[in-house]
């Protein structure tokens, strides 16, 4: 690869005749060079920012996480102790970790599942010929404005067992009130409904952009072989799909299995980091926090980060390699 | 017609996977989506609006009360949540525009000029985004401590000065955007690099630089856990300031509350601005994506 930019180098000899008087002609060279310099060195700096800055608060912070993990290190500690794996052998004997762990993937399950399957529908809804599409498209991203932190106040009092609208409702209607904190599954789910309350309008949106991709030639052939809407629907469009609902369902998992804010603020508890009174809705990422910030045992926390990251690393590959073979059949079939 | 005014993929919009006509059932679902969408937020300003005490009954009354200037004057007893306002102000402004000019810088050597490595680069500022840099902030708060810039804004800012997302997306735009031609001429022209850049690429990016800024400051305004730990009490950023409001012994809801709804009104009045083309930005992102 040629280090000049295109047609540089016939530029700058283009300029050199325009040079009119002796003293001109002496600062060519140094132009010329300084020119030279600019056209090799600007890339490089341009795109430096973002690698130190990722290398500095991105990459460093995350190896270091890794080193922090085999010592026994306090909050405030001038002096900790080196212990090898002993954080990763209790962190394995550790109930509690486990138990966030099935809580992470039981938000994430309950959330992404539903979530997809609402923004196909709302995808299908919003690809119809509407009246205003655009206003619609707005009302339906409007969630997503909310920060997490309001999200998670307005629902924990939506959700409240004593006074909250849902539990009132429910009883308005003759169901059974629900302890939505209590119960371990009931707050799952409560969380999975904040998760896609916030998310659902954003995917369908992505989901729309991608059937609006879909060439009308292929539609008007299923519509001239006689397949009626749905069916065209189920046939032609939802497979046409698949690659972006992939990239959907990837996204979410990264951010998905760091889940913290919407757990934190949904506790009884004020303030509390334990994530409902025996841990039912604490979260790996709160987990962590609570060993950092509460407990102060830096070391521990470290194991916990890094075991995480290690987790989302694998699901990421597993879901890249998936990714790449239904891609793949993908292009085969059509 | 309410396009982006944009040399994206404009084609796309209304071409295909029509089911068709909208029907009845189409618009009573979509109506039923979009107030389900906007309760949560309406539920804010009810309660808001009122006392705590509407919440003992089963179905509130759905009109708000008279209480909402009394409730919001003790958010900011209770906290310091002008402080908190223009902290979170400072610190998302000053995230959005450095994130916004070094994406786009990024972006333009990487779509346009042509280095030794730049395809390795690139792939390793995508692979970048999967990489869960939150799960370093152990590390992160002990060298921020080391420097003495616990408590203080540019702990919440220094690492948020740009983004993979940010590089990402500018390049893709630049790409197609800003012709060779035209960065031919302008060095012919005598135009140093910077030149270009700044005269040539940045008008022509203007529009994908303006969706990353709204973007941005979206995100950096609801960020939360990384201020949390980086910041105090007294010096917050809104979304702390929120939790701290929260995590009394007794939680009056109507207090609470007001503060969601104040902290979400400056974001909510962006987005009714802006929403069309966030809309635009985002699925536009997801065509090129």
Known sequence: MSTDLGTGRDLRTDDEPEAPTGKAVARIPWRHRLSRWDVRLSPYLYVSPFFVIFGIVGLFPLLYTFYVSFFDWELIDDNPTFIGLENYAILLADAQFWKTLVNTVS?????????????????????????????????????????????????????????????????????????????????????????????????????????????????????????????????????????????VVVTSTIGGLQIFTEPKLFDAMPGSNNGGSTNQFQTITLYMYQTAFEREDLGYASAVAWVLFVIIILVALVNFLLTRRIATTGEGKR | MTTFPLPFRRATREQGGTLGRANLWVYGLLTAWVLGSIFPFYWSFLVASRDSSMLTENIPPLVPGGNFFANAQRVFDTVPFWKALGNSVIVAGSVTISTVFFSTLAGFAFAKLRFRGRNVLFVLVVATLAVPTQLGIIPLYMAMAEFGWANELQAVIVPNLVTAIGVFWMRQYTVEAVPYELIEAARADGCSMIRVFWHVCLPAVRPAAAFLGMFTFMTSWNDFLWPLVALNADNPTVQVALEKLQSGYYVDYSLVLAGTTLATIPVLVVFVLLGRQIVAGIMQGAVKG
């Not at chain 1, 009302?139 to 997490?148: C, D, E, F, R, T």
């Not at chain 1, 707050?187 to 989901?207: D, E, F, K, P, Q």
């Not at chain 1, 299923?222 to 972006?244: C, E, I, N, Q």
């Open chain 1, 107 to 247: 938000i994430f399950v309950l959330s992404s599942g539903p979530q997809i399957m609402m923004a196909v529908l709302l995808a299908a809804l919003l690809n119809t010929r509407l009246r205003g599409p655009t206003g619609w498209r707005v009302g339906v991203l409007m969630p997503y404005v909310a920060s997490l932190v309001a999200i998670g106040i307005i629902f924990a009092n939506l959700f409240g067992p004593n006074y909250g609208l849902v539990n009132g409702i429910l009883e308005t209607i003759g169901l059974d009130r629900i302890d939505w904190q209590a119960d371990r599954f009931s707050s799952h789910v409560a969380i999975a409904i904040m998760v896609n309350w916030r998310w659902t309008g954003y995917n369908a949106l992505i989901v729309l952009a991608a059937m609006q991709a879909i060439p009308r030639e292929i539609l008007e052939a299923a519509v001239v072989d006689g397949a009626g809407a749905v069916r065209r629907f189920f046939s032609v469009t939802l497979p046409l799909l698949r690659p972006t609902l992939i990239f």
